[in-house]
């Protein structure tokens, strides 16, 4: 059995065209969804996200703004700025691109923007919201990786779901979303012993730590779906995730490919969260 690809791009495109369809009817009346990237330092990879998480809101027909700040520049003038943008009415979405540099205290910064703009979803309120399932933005990657399950129709009542991965941006959220659906969850991290005995037993297993090839073919059981969300470079220096693809491709009934898979759907995520924000405004 080979898995069906589950095509980050592709669906990407759909939520998209949704976006600029629902941006359109504000800008009927007369409101331009915006959204404020902040980039501190000059981290090249920050560079490339901020620079795709930009065009794909001017792609959008979204208002974006992009504001670049030396690393020397300090915590009390971040934190000035997104009170700024905080009480700038033509901006929905504030994103501060992170890693901060060291001298910030990157939550101190997260928690400065209003719950209200908070389209990241790492606001100490969103992660409440999320927690009590009350309404809120929820964190992209997360977020996309529900829509994605969505997408082939998956149905998560009384699945076991594993995540690898505890992180507050994947992992937590990830965890809680899926409960969310019904989903049995298992949450497996750097300190669990015999991971493979637990993503054995998985009907999901969304693999986000960071470290390549976490996941093997002998540690999935045939017909589950595999959602990849590592970031890694293979030997040869390309662009690979946390699962060993070509093993598990002939194991699981679904996979997502690194890269085209989850990646895209995280910046789409921030177009949807965005939007919302634009939309509540609006009421």
């Not at 330092?41 to 703004?65: E, F, I, T």
């Not at 992009?66 to 934190?79: I, M």
């Not at 990657?141 to 991965?165: D, F, Q, W």
Request: proline letters at 5%; hydrophobic letters at 45%; one cysteine or more.
């Amino acid at each position: 059995m080979t898995a069906h690809l589950i095509d980050g791009n592709a669906l990407s495109q759909q939520l998209r065209q949704n976006v600029a369809e629902r941006a359109r009817a504000l800008k009927n009346r007369g409101i331009t969804p915006g959204l404020a990237v902040v980039l501190v330092g000059d981290n090249p990879a920050s560079q490339v996200y901020v620079r795709n998480k930009v065009k794909a809101c001017q792609d959008a027909g979204l208002h974006s703004v992009l504001e670049k700040y030396e690393a020397n520049l300090s915590e009390a003038d971040l934190l000035a700025r997104v009170d700024a943008l905080n009480k700038d009415p033509s901006i929905h979405g504030i994103l501060v691109q992170l890693p901060l540099p060291d001298h910030m205290d990157a939550q101190k910064v997260i928690e400065a923007i209003s719950p209200r703009k908070d389209v990241d979803g790492f606001h100490i309120a969103s992660a409440g919201a999320l927690m009590t399932g009350m309404p809120g933005f929820w964190p992209c990657t997360p977020y996309g990786c529900m829509k994605m399950l969505e997408s082939i129709g998956y149905n998560l009542r009384g699945k076991h779901a594993v995540v690898i991965g505890r992180s507050n941006i994947v992992g937590k959220p990830m965890a809680l979303m899926l409960l969310q659906q019904h989903a049995t969850v298992t949450i497996c991290h750097s300190a669990t012993p015999d991971l493979k005995t637990h993503t054995l037993q998985a009907d999901v297993i969304v693999a986000a730590v960071g470290r390549r090839n976490i996941l093997t073919a002998d540690m999935v059981k045939p017909g589950a779906v595999v959602l990849d969300v590592g970031m890694n470079r293979n030997d040869e220096g390309k662009l690979c995730g946390d699962v060993d693809f070509a093993g598990v491709r002939e194991v699981a009934s679904h996979i997502t490919p690194v890269p085209g898979g989850v990646g895209p759907m995280t910046i789409t995520m921030l177009l949807v969260n965005t939007l919302e924000a634009a939309e509540a405004a609006a009421h």
